[in-house]
């Protein structure tokens, strides 16, 4: 099921009454709002070289008169635009309107409304949307050499609708590349609430193996055992019996968990640590019948201590990702694009909730550990 604006009109309709009235608390700057009829949607990678299209939308109630718009792209730091385009025709109600490189593929001119020379993008060149002189949405930073997209397609959130001056990640999703379902309209493959949800165990992972030569993951979830919790990133458990010959390793082998590094709790304890520990410690425990580990698709299965590397599923949680969202870690490369739900990686779930996760300032993520004695640099007593 494809979740879209017309689902999201309802819930935001109700959102605007409720965001009228903090507006006079809200720190954030309502100037980077442009009002505009005409959005920025997707950023479309056919590979995770270069990009092939770009997708526009009408989120207004009126058809746009798409002349009256352009299209600048800046490369690296220029602050001047190297590439133009402007368009033409008329964009009705909820359409969307694709621009294909004439480098991209077939299959991307295929949807494309204009295949253009001047559409040129490697992820990291920034690009205004303007009418006239006017800003009305970005990608990037001008001026600023940054690869927002690092080989991903951005689509915007369907409850982000709307036009800014200023770029925040936070308001697309990163897909993996190819997934052309979503060009040429503006669908997300999940509700705002599923997105931070987090991703969910597919059913395919379960018929692939956990590795097929010892060193490397294939991908595969496994059902395991609780040994014990040794803290916020790492959990000693029990393994079926080809998995233990496989990698050559005994019951009660620690996994240290892929894509985060939470604080010390063991031989030397930092703020926030010990609450970590205690977070996964919970987790794991209530789901003890429904434990999983799966392995990271091309990656190491061990560390550098031979700890195995991995993701870990508490019932219907990655326990990788809640450690994110909850501000118990940071996110940590690499990125593995072939684990991942609904066409967007664990990785990438991990990057949305660890956005989420700096602006409220969670816990690791900027927030006082109330039981830190910063001033002695060591721990207080915890109840
Ligand atoms: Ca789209
Ligand atoms: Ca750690």
Redesign the pocket.
């Known amino acids: 099921m494809l979740y879209n604006k017309r689902m999201q009109k309802l819930v935001l309709s109700s959102l605007l009454i409720i965001s009228s009235l903090s507006l006079f608390t809200s720190c954030e700057p309502i100037s980077e709002f442009t009002n505009s009829n005409l959005i920025i949607s997707e950023i479309y990678f056919e590979n995770e070289i270069y990009s092939d299209a770009i997708e526009l939308s009408n989120i207004s109630e009126e058809n746009i008169d798409l002349s009256e718009y352009h299209l600048e792209i800046y490369r690296y730091n220029d602050s001047n635009p190297t590439y133009e385009i402007y368009l033409e025709g008329e964009l009705a109600i909820d359409e969307s309107y694709v621009i294909a490189s004439s480098l991209a593929s077939q299959e991307s001119k295929n949807i494309a409304h204009m295949v253009s020379e001047n559409y040129l993008n490697n992820g990291s060149y920034t690009i205004g949307l303007y009418k006239g002189n006017d800003l009305m949405d970005i990608i990037g930073k001008i001026g600023v050499n940054y690869d927002y997209a690092e080989g991903h397609s951005l689509v915007r959130k369907v409850d982000k609708l709307a036009g800014k001056n200023v770029f925040d990640p936070y308001d697309f999703i990163r897909y993996n590349p190819h997934n052309l379902s979503l060009l040429g309209n503006m669908d997300n493959t999940l509700s705002p609430e599923e997105l931070l949800d987090g991703p969910k165990k597919d059913e395919n992972y379960f018929t692939l193996p956990y590795s097929e030569d010892g060193f490397t993951g294939s991908g595969g979830i496994i059902k395991v055992s609780l040994d014990h919790n040794i803290?916020?990133?790492?959990t000693a458990f029990n393994y079926p019996y080809e998995i233990l010959e496989m990698l050559d390793i005994s019951n009660g082998h620690s996994m240290r968990y892929i894509n985060v590094?939470?604080?010390?709790s063991t031989r030397t304890v930092e703020p926030w640590g010990r609450q970590a520990s205690k977070f996964t410690s919970q987790l794991i425990n209530a789901h003890a019948n429904e434990l999983f580990v799966q392995s990271a698709a091309g990656g190491a299965l061990k560390e550098t201590y031979g700890r195995l590397l991995g993701f870990v599923w508490a019932g219907d949680t990655l326990v990788n990702y809640a450690l994110v969202l909850n501000g118990y870690s940071t996110l940590h490369p690499d990125e593995f694009k072939n684990v991942s739900y609904k066409g967007i990686s664990y990785y990438s779930f991990m990057y949305n909730a660890e956005l989420k996760a700096k602006k409220e300032g969670l816990r690791v993520q900027g927030e006082v550990d109330p039981y830190w004695d910063y001033e002695n640099n060591s721990p207080l007593p915890m109840n």
Do not use: L, S
Request: hydrophobic share 0%; proline share 12%; net charge negative.
């Open positions: 803290d916020g990133d790492t590094n939470t604080p010390e």
